[in-house]
Protein backbone atom coordinates (compact mmCIF):
# COMPACT_ATOMS: atom_id res chain seq x y z
CA UNK A 1 0.00 0.00 0.00
CA UNK A 2 3.08 2.24 0.94
CA UNK A 3 4.52 1.45 -2.33
CA UNK A 4 1.51 2.08 -4.44
CA UNK A 5 0.73 5.55 -2.62
CA UNK A 6 4.57 6.62 -3.47
CA UNK A 7 4.02 5.51 -6.73
CA UNK A 8 1.13 7.43 -7.20
CA UNK A 9 2.30 10.40 -5.88
CA UNK A 10 5.53 10.21 -8.20
CA UNK A 11 2.95 9.84 -11.04
CA UNK A 12 1.81 13.38 -9.42
CA UNK A 13 5.19 14.81 -9.42
CA UNK A 14 6.30 13.96 -12.98
CA UNK A 15 2.45 15.10 -14.08
CA UNK A 16 3.39 18.91 -12.48
CA UNK A 17 7.18 18.38 -14.13
CA UNK A 18 5.99 17.90 -17.44
CA UNK A 19 3.68 20.77 -17.13
CA UNK A 20 6.29 23.11 -15.66
CA UNK A 21 6.53 25.40 -18.76
CA UNK A 22 3.61 26.12 -18.65
CA UNK A 23 3.64 28.32 -14.72
CA UNK A 24 5.15 31.53 -16.08
CA UNK A 25 2.26 32.25 -18.44
CA UNK A 26 -0.22 30.91 -15.99
CA UNK A 27 1.19 33.67 -13.38
CA UNK A 28 1.35 36.08 -15.54
CA UNK A 29 -2.73 35.16 -16.65
CA UNK A 30 -3.31 35.66 -13.03
CA UNK A 31 -1.43 39.12 -12.18
CA UNK A 32 -2.76 40.62 -15.10
CA UNK A 33 -6.72 39.65 -14.06
CA UNK A 34 -5.20 40.94 -10.40
CA UNK A 35 -4.21 44.26 -12.14
CA UNK A 36 -7.58 44.33 -14.50
CA UNK A 37 -9.62 43.77 -11.45
CA UNK A 38 -7.91 46.40 -9.18
CA UNK A 39 -8.37 49.23 -12.61
CA UNK A 40 -11.63 48.29 -12.86
CA UNK A 41 -12.92 48.75 -9.15
CA UNK A 42 -11.11 51.62 -8.80
CA UNK A 43 -12.35 53.26 -12.25
CA UNK A 44 -16.24 52.39 -11.71
CA UNK A 45 -15.87 53.52 -8.01
CA UNK A 46 -14.79 57.01 -8.90
CA UNK A 47 -17.34 56.93 -11.63
CA UNK A 48 -20.15 56.37 -9.46
CA UNK A 49 -18.94 59.26 -6.61
CA UNK A 50 -18.79 61.60 -9.40
CA UNK A 51 -22.08 60.91 -11.05
CA UNK A 52 -23.34 60.74 -7.57
CA UNK A 53 -21.95 64.45 -6.29
CA UNK A 54 -22.96 65.43 -9.92
CA UNK A 55 -26.64 64.35 -9.48
CA UNK A 56 -26.24 61.85 -11.92
CA UNK A 57 -27.35 58.76 -9.19
CA UNK A 58 -28.70 56.05 -11.99
CA UNK A 59 -25.70 56.35 -13.86
CA UNK A 60 -23.90 56.01 -10.56
CA UNK A 61 -25.88 53.01 -9.51
CA UNK A 62 -25.35 51.52 -12.82
CA UNK A 63 -21.26 51.78 -12.43
CA UNK A 64 -22.03 50.67 -9.02
CA UNK A 65 -23.97 47.42 -9.62
CA UNK A 66 -21.58 46.28 -12.29
CA UNK A 67 -17.97 46.04 -10.10
CA UNK A 68 -18.33 42.99 -8.39
CA UNK A 69 -20.01 41.32 -11.49
CA UNK A 70 -17.01 42.34 -13.90
CA UNK A 71 -14.26 41.60 -11.22
CA UNK A 72 -15.89 38.26 -11.07
CA UNK A 73 -16.18 37.73 -14.75
CA UNK A 74 -12.65 38.87 -14.91
CA UNK A 75 -11.52 36.28 -12.59
CA UNK A 76 -13.37 33.26 -14.48
CA UNK A 77 -11.69 34.27 -17.58
CA UNK A 78 -8.16 34.03 -15.95
CA UNK A 79 -8.67 31.14 -14.28
CA UNK A 80 -10.40 29.20 -17.01
CA UNK A 81 -7.82 29.76 -19.57
CA UNK A 82 -4.64 29.34 -16.99
CA UNK A 83 -6.80 25.71 -16.81
CA UNK A 84 -6.98 25.39 -20.21
CA UNK A 85 -3.50 26.05 -20.96
CA UNK A 86 -2.27 24.01 -17.75
CA UNK A 87 -3.91 20.97 -18.92
CA UNK A 88 -3.41 20.69 -22.90
CA UNK A 89 0.25 23.32 -22.91
CA UNK A 90 0.47 23.04 -26.92
CA UNK A 91 -1.79 25.45 -28.42
CA UNK A 92 -2.60 23.29 -31.69
CA UNK A 93 -3.35 20.16 -29.65
CA UNK A 94 -5.70 23.15 -27.58
CA UNK A 95 -8.02 23.32 -30.62
CA UNK A 96 -8.95 20.00 -30.87
CA UNK A 97 -9.09 19.15 -27.14
CA UNK A 98 -12.31 17.98 -25.55
CA UNK A 99 -11.27 18.99 -21.83
CA UNK A 100 -10.61 22.73 -23.21
CA UNK A 101 -14.14 23.04 -25.08
CA UNK A 102 -15.69 21.22 -21.42
CA UNK A 103 -14.03 24.41 -19.34
CA UNK A 104 -14.82 26.79 -22.36
CA UNK A 105 -18.60 25.55 -21.77
CA UNK A 106 -18.29 26.32 -18.27
CA UNK A 107 -16.66 29.63 -18.41
CA UNK A 108 -19.62 30.37 -20.67
CA UNK A 109 -22.29 29.59 -17.73
CA UNK A 110 -20.52 31.50 -15.34
CA UNK A 111 -20.39 34.50 -17.51
CA UNK A 112 -24.42 33.85 -18.20
CA UNK A 113 -24.54 33.91 -14.83
CA UNK A 114 -22.47 37.15 -13.99
CA UNK A 115 -24.06 38.84 -16.60
CA UNK A 116 -27.81 37.70 -14.98
CA UNK A 117 -26.60 38.66 -11.62
CA UNK A 118 -25.78 42.40 -13.31
CA UNK A 119 -29.35 42.86 -14.65
CA UNK A 120 -30.58 41.60 -11.41
CA UNK A 121 -28.98 44.03 -9.51
CA UNK A 122 -29.69 47.24 -11.80
CA UNK A 123 -33.32 46.13 -11.96
CA UNK A 124 -33.41 46.11 -7.58
CA UNK A 125 -31.13 49.30 -7.42
CA UNK A 126 -33.30 51.14 -10.24
CA UNK A 127 -36.27 49.45 -7.71
CA UNK A 128 -34.85 51.14 -4.95
CA UNK A 129 -34.80 54.50 -6.38
CA UNK A 130 -38.22 54.24 -7.35
CA UNK A 131 -39.52 53.30 -4.25
CA UNK A 132 -38.11 56.54 -2.58
CA UNK A 133 -39.76 57.88 -5.01
CA UNK A 134 -42.93 57.01 -4.18
CA UNK A 135 -42.63 57.17 -0.71
CA UNK A 136 -42.65 60.98 -1.80
CA UNK A 137 -45.07 61.16 -4.59
CA UNK A 138 -48.44 59.90 -5.09
CA UNK A 139 -48.11 58.97 -8.87
CA UNK A 140 -46.29 56.19 -8.10
CA UNK A 141 -47.31 53.06 -6.46
CA UNK A 142 -44.84 51.77 -4.42
CA UNK A 143 -46.83 48.02 -4.55
CA UNK A 144 -46.70 48.39 -8.65
CA UNK A 145 -43.14 49.16 -8.52
CA UNK A 146 -41.80 45.72 -6.18
CA UNK A 147 -44.24 43.96 -8.70
CA UNK A 148 -42.46 45.04 -11.57
CA UNK A 149 -39.14 44.65 -10.13
CA UNK A 150 -39.87 40.78 -9.14
CA UNK A 151 -41.28 39.89 -12.54
CA UNK A 152 -38.51 41.68 -14.33
CA UNK A 153 -35.53 40.03 -11.81
CA UNK A 154 -37.36 36.43 -12.77
CA UNK A 155 -37.65 37.23 -16.32
CA UNK A 156 -33.61 37.87 -16.12
CA UNK A 157 -32.80 34.89 -14.84
CA UNK A 158 -35.55 32.71 -16.72
CA UNK A 159 -33.50 34.27 -20.27
CA UNK A 160 -30.14 33.38 -18.87
CA UNK A 161 -31.25 29.83 -17.87
CA UNK A 162 -32.70 29.71 -21.71
CA UNK A 163 -29.63 30.71 -23.24
CA UNK A 164 -27.38 28.28 -21.03
CA UNK A 165 -29.57 25.28 -21.86
CA UNK A 166 -29.14 26.52 -25.78
CA UNK A 167 -25.71 27.15 -25.12
CA UNK A 168 -25.31 23.97 -23.62
CA UNK A 169 -26.92 21.72 -26.89
CA UNK A 170 -29.79 21.12 -25.22
CA UNK A 171 -33.36 20.80 -27.33
CA UNK A 172 -35.31 23.84 -26.88
CA UNK A 173 -38.01 22.57 -28.78
CA UNK A 174 -40.35 21.27 -26.10
CA UNK A 175 -38.93 23.27 -23.21
CA UNK A 176 -40.25 26.66 -25.42
CA UNK A 177 -43.75 24.95 -26.21
CA UNK A 178 -44.16 23.91 -22.96
CA UNK A 179 -43.41 27.40 -21.49
CA UNK A 180 -45.37 29.27 -23.57
CA UNK A 181 -48.31 27.09 -23.19
CA UNK A 182 -48.07 27.84 -19.69
CA UNK A 183 -47.79 31.55 -20.20
CA UNK A 184 -50.67 31.73 -22.06
CA UNK A 185 -52.42 29.71 -19.46
CA UNK A 186 -51.12 31.97 -16.50
CA UNK A 187 -52.46 34.97 -18.61
CA UNK A 188 -55.43 33.69 -19.27
CA UNK A 189 -56.46 32.90 -15.56
CA UNK A 190 -54.70 35.95 -14.19
CA UNK A 191 -56.26 38.71 -16.55
CA UNK A 192 -58.36 40.54 -14.01
CA UNK A 193 -54.63 41.07 -12.04
CA UNK A 194 -53.00 42.24 -14.75
CA UNK A 195 -55.70 44.37 -15.84
CA UNK A 196 -55.70 45.95 -12.12
CA UNK A 197 -51.71 46.03 -12.65
CA UNK A 198 -51.86 47.96 -15.59
CA UNK A 199 -54.80 50.12 -14.84
Known amino acids: SGAQTLSAWEHVLAYFESRSDTFVPILVILASALVLNLVQAFVLHRWSNR ?3 KGFRW ?3 VARCMSAPLGWTIWILAISIAVQV ?9 LDSPVVHRVAQVRIGFILFFGGWFLARVIRYLERLLGEMAQSS ?7 VRALGNFLVIG ?7 IALQTYG ?3 TAIITVGGAGGFALTFA ?4 FKNLFG
Request: aromatic share 12%; no cysteine; proline share 6%.
Open 170 to 172: VNM
Open 190 to 193: FQDV
Open 156 to 162: VWLLVLL
Open 86 to 94: FLVPDPQER
Open 51 to 53: MKF
Open 138 to 144: EKIDLTI
Open 59 to 61: TGG
